[in-house]
């Protein structure tokens, strides 16, 4: 396990990036924007070849896989209507926990504490030592609940694609808002070591990113991610990951105070799944129009390659477990998929 000297060194190397620090805002789609890099949005994952050949274990798993969370050795599976959680040898077993969930429900992420599964009118708080009897936070949002997170003090934040207001919740109470520009597709809470959790949405219609400037009640900094954003992670120390899938580029952000570009590096395919490798101290992004996954580096000035994972089909989803394992989960019914140890280059 890497220490956390190692982390600090990458935040480190970030900050000092001054360059890219405080990049502008990619243009918006219009006359005279540069074809190479104008705002297209909307983006969706790129259909994957018939021929995958997946390394490692695949779990059969014939349901599509519409989300997916990890927290240490746990992972949270979502399907249609059910909500799966367990570890690798829970999975390998058919031994994970089920909970049966509205087909409506949102987005699934995790938190310092457990799971957190965004539906219409509640959030569901789910503890990995005991999936069966998650908390529910009732919701007093207008429109349905459709993405929400949970900080390191408990507060819950939560939103909708169709809405501009984040709901912020204290002790199960909504206890205030604050207003965004448009709806968000994903939102996250991203643990900051020397002060509150930052807040971080994105909204692909127009491929924005954004820190909720919670602690100073108003909307944040605001940001394109390239030409199109396709999903988001948290890493270390304030970094967040997100692929330029219509851009085809890995994109790093710092949030410890407001959002900041740091690196954009180009990916080798459409990038959609990103995923942090705390073992390794690497970045990981699934391409789902090549089936591999790539590892990169991003304590330099751009993300430097280490190596790749030949995954299964619509690997949309992946992580990396506590102990390293890569873990990627298809959505269209090829799999859950673990490779204990990549092979990757050694570092620089």
Known sequence: MKSQSGSALILSSLLALSATALAACQPEVGVGADPETAVKGSATPAASPANADPEGTVVDFKEDITDFAAINDSLAVRTKNQLLIGSQKDFEGKKAAKLDISEECGDLSSSASGFVLACPDKVLLIDPSSPESPDEVAMEEES?????????????????????????YKDGKRENDIE??????????????????????????????????????????????????????VGDNGVVLASD???????????????????????????????????????????TDTNKAHAYEINKGVPELRGDISTVRDAQNIAVLGDGTFVAASATGHGLQFVGTPHLKKES
């Open 144 to 168: 349905p609940v459709t993405a929400a997170t949970q900080l390191s003090n408990g507060d819950i934040f939560a939103t909708s694609a169709d809405s501009s207001t984040v709901g912020i």
């Open 180 to 233: 965004v520009e448009a709806g968000s597709d994903q939102l996250l809470a991203v643990p900051n070591p020397k002060g509150d959790d930052a807040v971080v949405r994105i909204h692909r219609e127009d491929s924005t990113i954004q820190n909720v400037d919670w602690t100073n009640d108003r909307a944040g900094g605001r940001l394109r991610v390239g030409q199109g954003v396709g999903s988001i992670a």
């Open 245 to 287: 899938t219509e851009g085809e580029r890995l994109a790093v952000y710092t949030s410890d105070d407001v959002i900041r570009l740091h690196q954009y590096g180009n990916v080798d395919g459409s990038p959609w799944g990103v995923a942090w490798d705390k073992e390794r101290n690497l970045a990981w992004v699934s391409a």
